[in-house]
């Protein structure tokens, strides 16, 4: 067993709330005895930086590699690592959170891996990030810059880790099992992770998860890949956690990370039926709470139903709308038509629920017609907007095929093939951007739908709902990226489109 | 443009149930008699035109008589708790009705044992005398939203910790950052 362990978190992720990974972790070393404590560094370096820096430290772990990381940060990184060392940890475990933390992993593990032969864990999804030909923990395994890389659910493996044993499923080669039961891992320990310290919005919140998988199949999402079937936990065990972290914490914002946490109806209203219980039960906690939502059939998702949500601190969801367009929709694998839409909008306007809507601009089905839908909707929920129902809207890249969804299997019905054969996209050095965000494709079945058309079909998005008034999350970062790649484009496009492909297409 | 106000209340008998007469900007546009079971009253304002309106309810019938009194306690009470108010069918943040005040018309006796009750009580949503509350400081109809989202966006950054600035820029349209870099990738896109 090991003795003191030492879990590390890494920019860039959000700073409302602690971060999840290492409170999860920590939670079993805590159950299991094991000593431990917490470095977020991504905490560190906005405490420490000038908000000018920090920011440049942002672009450089999220948008663009064309300048050097500052002296400043690297301070700040050994500094922590001098500690860490000093303290004579003899398990350090890195959390890599999502692709936009592989840049500071690499530059954590070989700063440190350089002055100690310490054992290194990783574990995140953004281990999974295509790089170098491979995935991101592979490479870390393959340059020795780590000992063993997680995959998957971490709570299970964890467990036999802290023993020495690195020989079960999700570690390095050894394919990983999804956990059948979520009510079995040890509750998440934010006591080293005060959430106090973070730059929350009133109250302090924390992470939490209460289902992992979804019930939908998207054609444009991992997901089901990743987790191929939907568990949760039971409303009475998370009501509970919810409470002992507010006991321990003062917290009382809870943002759950499930990819949706409506899936099983019946075990919603269990969830929300058993916060209002514990609230009942405890004079001051007023829990308020936030996860992803998937917007259903209205006649499954009755006004009571929303009642219930607001009663039990529903404040906002983070829905996938993803376009305005029920053609769109339909083909996605979404199951809420336009009055389904209607209804959800109507209902969480009258009971106080805000929502941030996830969209896609530039499907591979959509038409100009469809385009002109994603613009009209702007203006007719325009009121929603003005009352924070629709708080934010995240309007994402273009046309993004993601490795692992259905999309990427090429088994639904279209023709999906590069644009521009030879051209490269890419934004960070080392991620093979096309299969993250893949930009360069064309539907032959929908020869109008070109990159360019869908960038230019981003922008339009972006400047009407700004005129609009909407609020956009991640706008700034996001349109960087977008300006990477017209320009990349535009480099690339030097020898023309493959016009070959194009004539073939109008004519297909 | 009109707005239909939507606004529910907690309401308990006495001898009668509590009435209430709402004014837009003083001009009376109906009177209301709430109960258990009708305790929602809706009504439309299409006279905001000034660039400061006041919607107000008036509580108007209660008497010492609603306050009935047995082996010298109070067993039956009329009174009025204002609980939520919707706009177009959409539930308002508590600020919008908690930053105003409620004017008592305390009866005679009242201010016979307490003569210095104040005459005006902000946040006062539990009325156990007649009196008055004001909604002041809201804008014309046309503007009614737009003003709605500045209120609510400025109280949330007001209290928001965000010494990067990340977070602050979740809650706006566009940066000045935002709109060069569109202008940037428009021209660009006239090249591709």
């Known amino acids: ?508 | 443009m009109a707005i239909e106000f939507e606004i529910t209340f907690n309401a308990t008998k006495g001898i009668n149930w509590p009435c209430v007469l709402v004014l837009s900007n003083d001009k009376p546009l109906g009177s209301y008699t709430v109960t258990d079971e009708k305790s929602t009253i809706v009504f439309e304002v299409n006279n905001f035109e000034n660039l400061s309106n006041n919607l107000a309810i008036v509580y108007f019938n209660k008497n010492e008589s609603e306050t009935i009194v047995k082996n010298g306690k109070i067993v039956q009470d009329q009174s009025l708790e204002l609980v939520k108010i919707r706009a177009d069918g959409i539930l308002l943040e508590s600020w919008f009705w908690t930053d105003n005040y409620y004017y008592p018309d305390y009866f005679e006796g009242y201010l016979k044992n307490v003569s210095d009750a104040p005459k005006k009580i902000m946040s006062q949503l539990h009325w156990h005398f007649p009196g008055k509350f004001v909604i002041t400081e809201l804008p014309d109809c046309n503007n009614f939203w737009q003003w709605y989202k500045k209120q609510r966006t400025d109280r949330v950054l007001a209290e928001l910790i965000d010494p990067t600035g990340q977070i602050k820029n979740n809650y706006n349209s566009i940066t000045d950052e935002d709109r060069l870099l569109l202008a940037e990738l428009k021209e660009i896109l006239l090249y591709v």
């Open chain 1, 1 to 508: 067993m090991f003795k003191k362990v030492a879990l590390v978190t890494l920019p860039s992720q959000e700073l409302e709330r602690p971060p999840a990974a290492p409170a999860v972790l920590g939670g079993i070393c805590r159950d299991l005895g094991v000593d431990y404590d917490v470095f977020d560094i991504n905490l560190q370096l906005a405490r420490n930086l000038t908000q000018t820096d920090f920011n440049e430290a942002s672009d450089y772990w999220r948008t663009t590699h064309d300048r050097p990381l500052s002296n400043q940060v690297l301070k700040e990184f050994n500094r922590t690592i001098e500690h860490i060392i000093s303290q004579n940890y003899d398990l350090i475990g890195i959390s890599v959170f999502s692709r936009f933390s592989t840049r500071a992993a690499k530059l954590f593990c070989e700063l440190i891996r350089s002055k100690t032969n310490i054992i290194i864990v990783a574990g995140g999804q953004g281990c999974t990030t295509p790089w170098s030909d491979m995935k991101f923990g592979d490479w870390l395994l393959h340059k020795k810059l780590i000992n063993h890389v997680a995959w998957g659910d971490s709570e299970e493996l964890w467990k036999h880790w802290l023993t020495g044993n690195f020989s079960v499923a999700g570690t390095d080669s050894i394919p990983p099992i999804q956990l059948t039961n979520l009510d079995n891992i040890p509750p998440a320990d934010f006591t080293k992770l005060n959430p106090w310290n973070y730059f929350y919005n009133q109250v302090p919140g924390i992470y939490l998860t209460a289902s992992r998988g979804c019930v939908r199949k998207c054609t444009f999402c991992d997901v089901p890949n990743r987790w191929p079937k939907y568990r949760y936990r039971s409303g009475a065990s998370m009501a509970n956690e919810m409470f002992l972290h507010y006991k321990q914490t003062g917290v009382q914002i809870f943002q759950f990370t499930d990819s949706v946490i409506n899936g099983n109806l019946r075990e919603f209203r269990s969830l929300n039926e058993n916060i209002i219980r514990v609230k009942e039960e405890n004079k001051g906690f007023n829990p308020r709470w936030l996860s992803q939502f998937n917007i259903r059939k209205a006649k499954d998702m009755p006004e009571e139903m929303y009642e219930l949500m607001a009663e039990s601190g529903g404040k906002m969801l983070i829905v996938g709308v993803e376009h305005a367009s029920w053609d769109v929709r339909k083909h996605m694998g979404k199951e809420f038509n336009d009055e389904d839409l209607d209804h959800h909008i109507r209902m969480c306007a009258r009971h106080g629920i805000q929502n941030v809507f996830l969209m896609f601009i530039g499907y591979p089905t959509e038409t100009a017609e469809d385009h002109k839908k994603q613009l009209e909707f702007l203006d007719y929920y325009q009121k929603y907007m003005y009352s924070g129902t629709i708080a934010m809207i995240r309007w994402g890249y273009t046309g993004s095929i993601d490795r692992g969804s259905l999309l990427e299997s090429k088994n639904l019905g279209f023709d999906l093939v590069p644009e521009f054969p030879n051209l490269k996209l890419e934004h960070l050095e080392d991620q093979e951007e096309d299969w993250i965000y893949g930009r360069n494709w064309i539907n032959l079945d929908n020869p109008n739908l070109t990159l360019r058309e869908r960038l230019i079909r981003r922008v339009q998005v972006h400047e009407h709902s700004a005129k609009l008034g909407y609020p956009i999350t991640k706008g700034t970062e996001e349109l960087k990226i977008l300006k990477i790649i017209a320009e990349q484009l535009l480099a690339g496009n030097k020898e023309k489109p493959n016009r070959s492909l194009l004539i073939s297409a109008e004519e297909h």
